[in-house]
């Protein structure tokens, strides 16, 4: 007879149900209870390990990963901190900019007021004749003296320092270059002045002072005796004629080289000082 198989260590040993009693399968059910928690307690203290392998694995990453990201936060919170100082310096900087720039403005604006005050001084003893038609070779002074004659002003070459033509701004502009004559004083000049006005006073547009007064055959050619203005004014007399036209004022006119402005016959004028007041008038 062969002998029965040898039973495998550490194996329960074999029992036959058939002939077991009450009691004997309690004692199994207890023994493969017991074998099954330890297989279960093994199993679960390996999944235990496994899982904190992973979970410390995976920990250390998000950990280095959240290091990493509080690293680049804070460089990022250095370099904004360094953003917003060197912001508030260069706002600072802007403002003191602005302020020095109005502070320059006023100063260019007083100076050029008192620039122009002065240039239009230099020019107090001149006159400006518009429109006196040009001729080769001609005598300027000699068309001054007639212009004198002709509105009952006497004057005589010694009255008049200097007298020339000046050039034109617009070189496409037909008109003759107007003449500049610089008397020997201010008495003089307004006299002058004086006798062209009362001249013109009560005529006919076609009767006021021009070319055939002084002259010249042929068609008649208006001439007109104005203050001699600097730059500065002359473009601000330019202006308020054009906003005159624009906004219905019937007079502009020039006396002393100051520009004044009247709405109609019987308005208050209104002095021209600068840009400013010729764009705040209404």
């Keep these: 007879m062969r002998p029965s198989k040898r039973l495998a260590s550490k194996s329960p040993p074999f029992i036959n149900i ?23 307690d093994e199993l679960a203290s390996r999944m235990e390990n496994s899982f904190k392998k992973m979970f410390l694995a995976e920990f250390r990453s998000i ?9 680049s936060m804070n460089f990022m919170n250095e370099k904004f901190e360094e953003v917003l ?31 122009n005050t002065l240039e ?4 107090s003893n001149n006159v400006e004749i ?3 038609p040009e001729k080769k070779n001609e005598n300027l002074l000699a068309t001054v003296l007639q212009i004198g004659t002709a509105i009952d002003c006497n004057i005589t070459s010694e009255n008049v320092l200097h007298c020339t033509r000046v050039a034109k ?4 502009n037909p008109r003759p270059r107007s003449i500049v004559v610089q008397f020997n004083n201010i008495k003089t000049r307004d006299r002058f002045m004086a006798a062209a006005i009362t001249f013109n006073k009560h005529k006919k547009v076609e009767d006021k002072l021009n070319s055939t007064h002084i002259g010249f055959a042929g068609v008649k050619t208006p001439i007109f005796i104005t203050d001699h203005l600097s730059p500065s004014n ?31 016959d019987d308005s208050d004028f209104i002095l021209i000082r600068n840009m400013d007041y010729l764009n705040n008038i209404k």
Excluded: P
Aim: glycine content about 4%.
């Design 169 to 172: 701004l617009n070189t496409k």
């Design 234 to 264: 002359r473009a601000l007399h330019a202006a308020a004629r054009a906003a005159a036209k624009e906004k219905g004022y019937k007079h502009v006119w020039v006396r002393g080289g100051r520009i004044f402005m009247r709405k109609q």
């Design 18 to 40: 058939a002939s077991t009693s009450e009691s004997d399968e309690k004692r199994l059910e207890a023994m493969v209870s017991r074998a099954l928690k330890s297989e279960m």
């Design 120 to 123: 239009q001084g230099a020019r």
């Design 85 to 115: 100082i060197q912001q508030a310096k260069t706002r600072k900087e802007l403002l003191d900019l602005q302020n020095e720039n109005d502070c320059l403005k006023s100063t260019v604006k007083e100076l050029s007021t008192r620039l």
């Design 130 to 132: 518009q429109c006196v």
């Design 63 to 71: 950990k280095d990963e959240m290091r990493e990201v509080k690293d």
